[in-house]
C-alpha cells in the first residue's frame, strides 16, 4: 500500500545505483536549491530542506520536501502526476481527486469554504480573462475542455465542483463584494498633519474591494502624499528627489496584504502617514517558522496564506517569494532613510518607515 501524507527526498550526488555521479556539492548548489521555495515556478510554494550530507565517503545534497496540505500543486502552470511508471500533467478528473484530498484534509484558512456563498458571487470575466490565463499554461487552457466549475475548483476559488461555495480566496481575489463576506478586507489610510495621532487628519480613506483593487488604490493614495522636489546639480542635469521611495512602500504594503490573519480578527490593514514618518500595521503576527527574534532575517519564511501568496504572484504583485523585505531595506538604503523598524507580537506586525532628517518637515 502506498504512504502518503510522508515527505519526499531528493538525494543529489549519487545514482539509483548509489555511485557517484561526479556532480560537486558547493554552497552555490546549496543555495540553488534552496531557491526552489521562492522562485514562484512551484505554487503554493514548497515547504523544503536542503543540507549537504555525506553519503558513503561522498558529499551528497539532500532535498526533503513536506507534502502539500494545499493540492494541487503547479509547476510553471501546469499540474504533473504520477502513477507507477507513468508521468504526465494531470486529467480533469485527477485534478478532481487532488481537490478532494485538500478538501478532506486540514488546509489553510485561505480556502476555506464561506457559507451562503456561491460561484455567483465572483467576477466571472475577470477570472476567464485576467486570472486564468496567468494561473494555468496557455496550451493547457487550450487543449482541455473543462467547465468553468472545474477550473474554479482547481484554482481554489471554490470548495470543489459539487460545492460551490466560495473560499476566502475566492473573495479576496475575484469576489463582487468581498467585505460582506470577510470583514477585516480592507485597509485603512491616515495622512496626519503632525507626529502624534491626536494631530489633525489631512487625508483618510478606507478602501475594499478584491486585492487588485485594494492595492492599486492604496498605492495611488501612497503615490500622491509623496513630496518631491528639484535639485539643480548643474546647468545640464538634474536630479529628482522624493521624499520616500514609492517602490519601498509598495513592497512592505503588499508584504502586509499577503501575510495579514484574515481568520482571528475583523481589523484592517492600517496604514498611518505622519510628517516624520509611515507606520503600517498588519493584523497577524509571526507565523510558523517566522518568529519575533527572527522576522526578516534572509531566507526566513512561512505563509500564513500560501494560496493567497500563489494568486498574488499570479497577478503580477509578486515575482519572486522572500524578497520584498530586503527590496524596501535596499531601496530606502539608497534613498538615505534610516532601516525600516519591525515589532513583532502574537497579534500584529507593525513598520515603521521614517524619513530622511532633511525631509521630515514634508
Not at 209 to 231: C, N, P, Q, W, Y
Request: glycine share 6%.
Amino acid at each position: 500500500m502506498p504512504k502518503f501524507d510522508l515527505p519526499g527526498i531528493v538525494v543529489i550526488g549519487r545514482n539509483d545505483e548509489g555511485n557517484r555521479v561526479g556532480i560537486s556539492v558547493t554552497d552555490e548548489m546549496l543555495r540553488s536549491l534552496t531557491d526552489i521555495r521562492s522562485d514562484a515556478t512551484i505554487l503554493p510554494p514548497p515547504v523544503l530542506l536542503v543540507e549537504k550530507r555525506l553519503f558513503r565517503g561522498c558529499d551528497v545534497a539532500v532535498v526533503t520536501v513536506q507534502p502539500s496540505d494545499s493540492p494541487p500543486v503547479r509547476y510553471k502552470g501546469a499540474i504533473h502526476v504520477r502513477s507507477g511508471p507513468r508521468r504526465s500533467i494531470a486529467t480533469a478528473q485527477e485534478e478532481r481527486i487532488l481537490n478532494e484530498r485538500r478538501r478532506h484534509g486540514d488546509r489553510p484558512f485561505d480556502i476555506t469554504p464561506i457559507r451562503n456563498t456561491s460561484v455567483a458571487d465572483l467576477n466571472r470575466s475577470l477570472f476567464e480573462h485576467d486570472y486564468l490565463p496567468n494561473a494555468v499554461d496557455p496550451e493547457l487552457l487550450k487543449a482541455n475542455e473543462r467547465t468553468y466549475s472545474e477550473r474554479l475548483a482547481a484554482t481554489k476559488m471554490i470548495a470543489s465542483v459539487e460545492d460551490d461555495r466560495t473560499t476566502i480566496l475566492g473573495q479576496l481575489v475575484l469576489g463582487l463584494r468581498p467585505r460582506d463576506f470577510i470583514p477585516g478586507a480592507y485597509v485603512q489610510f491616515l495622512r496626519i498633519a503632525g507626529r502624534e495621532l491626536s494631530d489633525p487628519i489631512i487625508d483618510e480613506l478606507v478602501i475594499d474591494g478584491r486585492l487588485t483593487e485594494v492595492s492599486a488604490r492604496l498605492e495611488d493614495k501612497m503615490r500622491a502624499h509623496i513630496f518631491r522636489r528639484v535639485e539643480i546639480v548643474n546647468r545640464e542635469r538634474e536630479t529628482r528627489i522624493e521624499s520616500y521611495p514609492f517602490e519601498a512602500l509598495v513592497q512592505l504594503v503588499r508584504n502586509a496584504l499577503m501575510h495579514r490573519d484574515y481568520e482571528r480578527t475583523n481589523a484592517p490593514v492600517r496604514v498611518t502617514w505622519f510628517d516624520d514618518r509611515i507606520e503600517i500595521l498588519n493584523p497577524g503576527g509571526a507565523f510558523g517558522g517566522v518568529a519575533a527574534d527572527n522576522f526578516a532575517q534572509p531566507g526566513v519564511t512561512d505563509y500564513r496564506n500560501p494560496n493567497l501568496a500563489e494568486s498574488m504572484r499570479v497577478l503580477g504583485f509578486v515575482q519572486r517569494f522572500g524578497v520584498g523585505i530586503p527590496l524596501a531595506r535596499k531601496l530606502l538604503r539608497e534613498a538615505g532613510h534610516p532601516q525600516p523598524e519591525f515589532t513583532v507580537t502574537p497579534t500584529q506586525v507593525q513598520v515603521i518607515i521614517r524619513a530622511v532628517s532633511n525631509d521630515e518637515s514634508n
